[in-house]
């Protein structure tokens, strides 16, 4: 593995503060194109991706997502899971397609495929030299998105992308990952409680020295504790009617 | 955006016959890390890694697949949806995850975050100089291959991905993607009937002949007609049943 890939995947971090200088339309193109080279199920390409740059159509993305990157950016993509095209096809083939797309099979797989061709992009636009974030915040309102992006059945919004020179003041550094010892097993899936409790507890230690050194000894968090915050906190239960709306999820 | 990452890109294509040669373990080593080092939504690193390297665990598994490059290749990765490490930080901290794991947003927040860390992968491995390619042919029998790697609860597997060296005969090739300009829209969806049936024309044409070129014009085959038998095919219909035994999907 050349040192540059392998270094420029280890340096990514979030970037939520970008200059005001927008991508070039080759620069753009190049990144979707980058993306669709991914691996696609079956050869599905379950994918739209909407590119934003109408201030209007960002400002009412960033009353759904609240965050105000979602505007001051050099470029914003949505990644749009997709088989509109396909259910077009299922029109003219009568392939009774309705039941795959509707499955939950259907949803992994075109989930999963939206995501390999946004991680392409993310990475393509980090290797340009700009800095990026996603955007799971537009779940926050997806009946508003789909109405926003003038999305048809069969079509869901399920995350954006930012993207741009970071900003100046811009700090942001690697946040450390949860051990290799710990999310990797041998051939079989280790659950022995107290070893995976024992790793938690280390890597809590990790965590936590980290956020004392980024902040000066003022944020005391540990990894745990931001977990139980997170899904505590019982976000987008809407989802399941959301997807059933435009057509998936169904059994 | 360096030629060097681009064009790494551009050239994947899914490698289904490797030389029997195994990776290093620094060399998975360094996959994982790199794959880790995309990011995770809200920092929950919803996902463990299976490096299976046991002659009969592969077996077992090409069972399941069906796949020969399941048992013949370089490394074999499974690629888990993991919130078991979660759950037991919920048993200590009482914050009634539960309603968020086993949420529909639950699994789409817990997909993607695995879907990001092996496209990582994937591109590190062709940076190596390894080819690889995506098993979703596991989700061929779930509740088997959950057996085989001995996973708790709050654990499923999504995919695999082979990777090695390709063999010497193997001759693959990068496939044509949907055209740039109908799957990008800019700022919202072009749902047009008329201009969308017009490009999947345009696309089938173009399919057809990257066919009958790398057949000496013995296929003949457009992608409508992939899809239309892929997603008329109606597989791996009890996705959702094996989703809420694992603790996922309800509601």
Chains 1, 2 share one sequence.
Do not use: C
Request: no cysteine; glycine share 6%; net charge negative.
């Amino acid at each position: 593995m050349t040192n540059y890939v392998y270094d420029l995947m280890k340096k990514h971090h979030s970037v939520r503060k970008f200059k005001d200088k927008p991508l070039s339309n080759d620069e753009v193109k190049k990144l979707v194109e980058a993306g669709q080279s991914a691996s696609t199920s079956s050869y599905l390409q379950t994918y739209s991706i909407i590119g934003v740059n109408d201030p209007r159509v960002k400002k009412d993305l960033k009353e759904v997502s609240g965050q105000p990157y979602v505007v001051d950016n050099g470029y914003l993509f949505v990644f749009v899971m997709d088989y509109y095209r396909h259910s077009l096809i299922d029109e003219d083939k009568k392939s009774d397609m309705d039941v795959s797309i509707s499955s939950t099979e259907g949803l992994l797989v075109g989930s999963i495929d939206v995501a390999l061709v946004a991680q392409n992009m993310a990475v393509a636009a980090e290797d340009m030299g700009y800095g990026m974030v996603y955007l799971g915040s537009l779940r926050n309102d997806v009946h508003r998105v789909k109405e926003i992006l003038n999305l048809p059945e069969h079509a869901f919004p399920l995350f954006g992308m930012a993207v741009g020179e970071p900003a100046d003041d811009e700090d942001g550094a690697p946040k450390p990952r949860l051990p290799f010892e710990h999310i990797f097993h041998e051939n079989l899936y280790n659950s022995n409680e107290q070893e995976q409790r024992k790793a938690l507890e280390d890597y809590d230690k990790t965590v936590s020295d980290y956020y004392h050194k980024r902040t000066n000894g003022e944020r005391n968090e540990t990894w745990s504790n931001q977990i139980a915050r997170a899904l505590g906190s019982k976000q987008r239960l809407d989802m399941l009617d959301e997807l059933k709306k435009s057509g998936f999820l169904k059994h």
